[in-house]
């Protein structure tokens, strides 16, 4: 139940722009990622400045600063990063060290004459073992000004620290942090891995009284693999002969190896930056995650026997290509493993290992005039390790035998069609996913992807994309719904022989829903032409406050009981209202006429229905 491509209306008039997509304007842009904001704990016991630099001409010349930890007790740490720029540029990709720890992975909007700003803020509470310490900083933001690119990005990193020991479960964060990475803080460079070139591997061995261990992966393509899902299989990149193809395919792997193992896989989200597909889709509403790009959690706590024995990590990207799995350049890769300590030793072993091969078909076919070409492919892959660990010593403390397994079952589907001899190009493409362990619960992911672009040079330069794309993440165990869906187009024609233009617009709609067990976050927006023109949000207590004016007074108690008790009730109940609100956006998203949802008749008639008895999810 995705959002529709808008259709065009008295909004979407073209506008005169400079350059590539920027909109002839002076005043300054706020560019903003849509997403719940951390938790805050109070007034914060401590605020200090990381860093404050502007990035020019920055490749190889990242700010490199001191970490200093706050010099009160603190529990949570939030970073906060501020950035304004103006001009021409291109959007970069900026890495965030604690020495040889990738902390943040992130990414810039691309500026306006008249100046952007835009600011997010990350909750690092997870990495307090290593906050806790001073380290050194390294941020890395290659950046390049010349007479064309003029955009400086001038940035301030702030940390804000808090005290509050009431929200902090025994256990919840690691007591150590390793990094998988290349370690070069002592040469004062950022120590992320580039794939194929480098080997992403490192050797470690864990005390046995390590008893949990889980990595987190930062992996994303850049250069030639910043598209990778509209890669074709190689053997079709040269279909065309006026339009160049990147291939290997357009499914990629993260793997993690163990002693040569492979013991966890998972297809990674389809990033789009803010320069991607169509610069004007991105302004002000950046794409999902472009700010704080996404990491993979993994548990490797079945893995431990191979740990305690001294094992070599490994982390590699895979297309499942015919061509030897190869992959283009180049994927930026770095991990992190967390390890919990307990009082006792352990030992154990594995006790199955079932990881199969990656299933990958594809078919396609070009068309008798070279003009049209049809490729599609589906990959898969399951696996599962299990293991029995004991802890403790019969004659003194008693021991502890537990079972701990870990499996994944991924997926991705990929349909392209390339017609007008390459020039335009529709991707459809799904990625989802099932992961299960003994410690992180059960997980699934759904990543849809709808990309429809166009171009062509005569008579004069024409671009244009409709782009539909989303994420859907679903963690049983900790109660965490998501879902977000970003709808839009967006068009650019150039100046012609008679001195007429260049013009473009676009527009763009996101719709955003969080939810940990009955708290919610919802929000809703819609730019057009670089403005914002609706924009409704909501924190904790919409469900509620939204079925108070809609239904009698029964079934808003029957909601009341159904929220404060049984929470796999409510959360079904959560996700039927998460129907509703899609089908709002669905129905208001070509309309000029700006209709709360609680106001909205459908929207009233959608939750009686679905609180009528409706159908279970």
């Not at 500026?111 to 909750?123: E, M, W």
């Not at 992403?200 to 061995?205: D, G």
Request: aromatic share 12%.
């Amino acid at each position: 139940m995705w959002l529709q491509v808008p259709t065009r209306n008295h909004d979407d008039e073209p506008k005169k722009i400079i350059g590539d997509g920027i909109i002839e304007d002076n005043t300054r842009l706020e560019v903003f990622q849509v997403y719940k904001s951390p938790n805050t704990y109070g007034a914060p016991v401590f605020v200090s400045t990381i860093m404050e630099h502007t990035f020019a001409f920055s490749y190889g010349r990242p700010f490199v600063g001191t970490y200093k930890p706050a010099p009160v007790n603190f529990t949570h740490v939030q970073f906060t990063l501020s950035t304004t720029s103006e001009g021409r540029q291109f959007d970069r990709l900026a890495l965030v060290f604690i020495g040889d720890h990738e902390v943040w992975r992130t990414s810039t909007a691309e500026p306006t004459l008249g100046g952007i700003h835009f600011q997010y803020t990350k909750d690092m509470t997870q990495f307090v073992a290593l906050l806790q310490s001073e380290q050194q900083f390294i941020f890395e933001m290659g950046n390049l000004v010349d007479e064309t690119y003029t955009g400086k990005f001038a940035m301030t990193l702030t940390a804000q620290f808090y005290f509050a020991p009431e929200h902090v479960e025994n256990g919840s964060f690691a007591d150590t942090i390793i990094p998988v990475s290349a370690r070069r803080s002592s040469q004062l460079k950022s120590s992320h891995f580039s794939l194929p070139q480098d080997r992403a591997a490192v050797t470690l061995t864990l005390p046995r009284k390590v008893h949990r261990v889980t990595m987190l992966i930062s992996a994303s393509g850049n250069a030639a693999e910043e598209f990778w899902y509209t890669n074709v299989a190689s053997e079709f990149k040269n279909a065309f002969p006026d339009v160049s193809l990147d291939g290997y395919g357009p499914h990629r792997e993260l793997q993690v190896y163990v002693n040569g193992k492979l013991v966890a896989a998972t297809f990674p989200f389809p990033i789009i930056f803010t320069g991607g597909i169509a610069p004007g889709l991105w302004r002000p509403i950046v794409g999902i995650a472009a700010y704080d790009l996404p990491v993979y959690e993994i548990d490797l706590t079945a893995a431990l026997p191979l740990f305690w024995e001294g094992a070599e990590v490994e982390v590699k990207v895979e297309s499942g290509d015919v061509i030897h799995n190869a992959i283009g350049h180049d994927w930026i890769v770095s991990g992190n493993i967390f390890a919990w300590t307990g009082d006792a030793e352990g030992q154990g072993e594995i006790v199955e290992y079932a990881v199969e091969p990656l299933d990958i078909t594809t078919t396609g076919t070009l068309s008798s005039d070279g003009t049209q070409l049809n490729v599609s492919s589906v990959a898969t892959r399951k696996g599962l390790v299990r293991s029995v660990l004991r802890f403790g010593d019969n004659k003194q403390q008693g021991e502890s035998t537990q079972e701990y397994f870990s499996q994944f079952h991924i997926k991705s589907r990929n349909a392209q069609t390339y017609t007008k001899s390459g020039r335009r190009q529709r991707v459809l493409a799904e990625i989802s996913g099932m992961e299960r362990s003994t410690l992180l619960g059960d997980h699934e992911f759904s990543y849809p992807l709808d990309v429809d672009s166009f171009y062509e040079f005569s008579p004069v330069f024409k671009i244009s994309a409709e782009v539909s794309h989303g994420m859907i993440v679903d963690r049983k165990k900790s109660e965490l719904n998501l879902w977000t869906h970003q709808s839009g187009h967006s068009y650019y024609i150039g100046p012609d022989e008679h001195g007429n233009g260049p013009y473009g617009g676009g527009a763009t709609e996101q719709g955003y829903i969080e939810s940990t067990g009955v708290a919610q976050y919802w929000r809703t927006v819609r730019a057009v032409n670089g403005r914002v023109v609706r924009d409704l949000e909501v924190y904790d207590g919409l469900l509620q406050d939204v079925i108070d004016q809609q239904v009698n007074e029964t079934e808003a108690e029957e909601i009341d009981v159904l929220m404060q008790g049984n929470k796999v009730e409510a959360a079904r109940e959560n996700l039927m209202f998460f129907d509703c609100l899609q089908d709002y956006n669905e129905r208001v998203f070509a309309s000029t006429e700006h209709i709360k949802p609680q106001d909205d008749v459908e929207v009233k008639k959608c939750i009686k229905r679905m609180l009528g008895r409706g159908p279970a999810l």
